[in-house]
């Protein structure tokens, strides 16, 4: 700790971080343009000076910029000396030279982080009154909008983009005094992280495409917290509303989680909320019914018929517990493949009964030295793998650190130049993590098995070693166990997209050899939908059990909720499940090939629309809010649920009132989910009597919006299941961090004003970040290894293991029903290697025809030479892809004439 003067004040402070950060910290108010708690100093704009004296007796005192300079003990600086409020007034006018006064048509007007600076400065008049400089705007893709005339040159939006998240194709453009900052030309942004820049910058260059198709001023948004559900690592996110739409999805930041951002899939992949084929009103047999006429049926159906249930990974832990205490634990089943289902039993284990702690992203970030096997981390889990491009960073950090600062981002990356830490990564075939692997290895499921056996072999030897192993491999295994022997925080990622149990088991003894020698060690494992992890802890059946009930006349009537049965088995299996079914209801809000089969259909909220705990992969259990009322019938699948319990007399469901019953009932009876209902205050919670407004303060046209209905204003709906209101009204300070649903503060109205919210600039908020952590690996534990090694992968003639690929942008069931995502998803395909294609004398985009388990498809093919030999990879998820379970054999069949365009195949899932 340091003594740090500000005018004369003493503060006590963390020595080493620069005074920038301290200030904030501090609560103080200092402008800045160029600097991020993420990305670092490099001292671009000069908006932060302020005056360092040398000592007590020093008058005159030195312009520095605050970002550059270090912390020392018995620092004396100034923040209001005239001087420095003069120089920081001049910078601002430096910079709005050629800014245009478009403030009240720009996007980010009354959120700018601009606008903030400039009143804090004091600038007010511009004395600039010659021609601006302007510049052509560029097409940018679907997800950002691009007004290039806005840039002061900050250079945060290239740091981010290029530095930070590994982009290559936006970059600064310079000739003499002019700076443009964009692509080489028009064209989409290829980064998976692009929608940040949104929010990284700190004007209205780049902004959300999205948002402007339905423009909305941020501060009238009504606000809440909420978690992606997008994949496994539960990002935070605040989700904004107008109208009865969903206009917004926006960064919430959380310390151990996402931090300052989000991928685009989750910030983007929103507008499913808002499609006009939404299931919006209940249906009998195809007609429109009322919701007494659909309770009436269901309750029929429950005192008639033999009901099973199956649950959803995509649905909340309260629907899933519902539907289970409604049709009984013995009738309860995951909506799983039985892969699927395995694997999240073999994740829960592992991650329970072993010794090794799942760490954070943010943990992951501080990891020395990672090894991948078997995940596609930019398309399965991409905040994943953003963490990883951060822990590459750290082993040549160690030794910039001797000379400068880690916060100084110019001099360490200029220290630092290409070099980066250990990282290997053991996939499928390529992928763009490629770029900062030490080495990399493409093999078959099982092969990278024994690569991950080899390696666990070599750090502890009571793991049996892989026979008969080639010598290339070998020393790839050594060189593999040395590095992370040699690391002070390994990380091991592994999870289920591989859809192999042996590559998990393999992670699994890495991990655990490595533990042994070093308490450090880290291992996570990636789900493949944003509850998966929390539907395996509560525990049911196997789909398949689902299947025979019903095949073997054990039950005749299925709900199936928010659960599309065609991702997770067979077309053939599915098509006789559901025919066999007397009758079939289906909760959902997405249309999907499940839907249209089904007999009742009832209406089930979005997140948007609904309250709900989701548990991601490390085992954080986390709630999302509901962000508005939905309009007609349609309510939480929990809430129709507990409507069916109770109007069918289930004395037990009769019980619960509203979502705090319910997940209080989830704490006492689910062993593995024991204090989930601690993880938000109760509905009852109140500050000085108030409640938490989901709307700003400079909320607007409350009376306006429904005067074609009513001129007098309606009285705003009142939340049973939180402490959060419907209004603009309620308490003004820092709620508890799990119930922040919007970032402001007093001369900070753009996301910047979260510094406020934080206990440390760029650390945990107030209170402690949000969530708890469910599973704790507890180091104490012995673990047994698993001991036995997958065999060699054979390829066999005239077949092709078939494996799933993942694409961020498809392959996740709601977000490629969003307008923006939809335009990245890819065409159906398949995937084989050179050598095979040459063989079957294939070129790119002709048709392939194979047969998996009976069916025939034809698929265009890409060629990857990446690809192992006997290997064909599948897009998972994508529209019109063969709906079957793998991995599994393909037969390949006969090539008669080349075909250039794409065959549609026999059986598909849509």
Known sequence: MAILYIDNQPHEVTSGNNLLEVCLTLGLDLPYFCWHPSLGSVGACRQCAIKVYKDENDRKGRLVMSCMEPVTNNQRISITDVEAKEFREQIIGWLMTSHPHDCAVCDEGGSCHLQDMTVMTGHAYRQFRYKKRTYKNQDLGPFINHEMNRCIQCYRCVRFY??????????????????????????????????????????????????????????????????CQHCSLGCNTIAGERYGSLRLIANRYHGEVNGYFICDRGRFGYEFVNSPDRVREPMLNGKVISRNDVLEEIKKSLKEAKVIGIGSPRASLQSNFALKALVGKSNFYHGVSENEHDMAELAIKILKEGPVRTPSLKEVESADAIFILGEDLTNSSPMLALAVRQAVRVQPMKDALKHTQEWNDAAARELIQDKSG?????????????????????????????????????????????????????????????????????????????????????AANVAWALHKKNKNTGLV???????????????????????????????????????????????????????????????????????????????????AESDGTLINNEGRAQRFFQVYEATDVIQESWRWLLNMGVNAGNERMSRWKNFEDITKAISEEEELLKGVDTITPPSDYRVAGQRIPREPHRYSGRTAMTADINVSEPKPPEDPDSSLSYTMEGYRGLPPSSLIPFFWSPGWNSVQSVNKYQEKVGSSLRGGDP???????????????????????????????????????????????????AQRVPQPYVMINTKEAEQMKLQEGQTFTFEVEKHIYSLPVKINKTMPNGVAALPYGLEGMPATELPAWGIVKPVGSNQSAVSSHQQSAV
């Open 525 to 607: 494992l990636t789900m493949l939908e944003c509850n998966s992890l929390g539907l395996a802890m509560m525990g049911g059946g196997r789909l398949d059990g689902a299947f025979n009930a019903i095949l073997h006349s054990h039950a005749d009537t299925a709900i199936i909720m928010e659960n599309d049965l065609y991702r997770h088995g067979s077309v053939a299996t599915v098509d006789k499940f559901l025919k066999m079914c007397k009758q079939v209801i289906v909760l959902d809000h997405t249309p999907n090939a499940t839907l249209k089969k089904a007999h009742v259909i009832i209406p089930a909220g979005t997140f």
């Open 422 to 506: 250990p990282m290997f990564s053991a996939t499928i075939h390529n992928t763009k993590l490629d770029d900062i692997a030490t080495e990399t290895y493409y093999a078959a499921p099982d092969e990278i098995a024994r690569l991950g056996f080899a390696v666990a072999h070599r750090i502890d030897n009571a793991i049996p070693d892989v026979d008969n192993y080639p010598a290339e491999l070998k020393k790839l295994a050594d060189q593999i166990a040395a590095a992370l022997k040699n690391a002070e925080r390994p990380v091991i990622i592994s999870g289920l997209s591989s859809e192999s149990d042996n590559v998990m088991k393999a």
């Open 771 to 821: 969530g708890l952590r469910m599973l704790e690996a507890d180091p104490k534990n012995t673990s047994n290894y698993f001991m036995s090694v997958p065999e060699v992968f054979q390829p066999i003639a005239d077949h092709l293991w078939m494996v799933w690929t993942h694409h961020i942008f498809g392959s996740e069931e709601l977000s490629r029903k969003s307008s923006s995502v």
């Open 162 to 227: 290029k530095d930070y998240a590994g982009g290559k194709d936006l970059d600064a453009f310079a000739s003499r005094n002019n700076v443009y900052f964009g692509r080489h030309e028009d064209g989409v942004l290829e980064s998976e992280f692009s929608g940040n820049l949104s929010e990284v910058c700190p004007t209205g260059v780049f902004t959300d495409k999205t948002l402007k198709q339905h423009y909305t001023r941020k501060w009238d948004l009504t606000m809440a917290p909420s978690i």
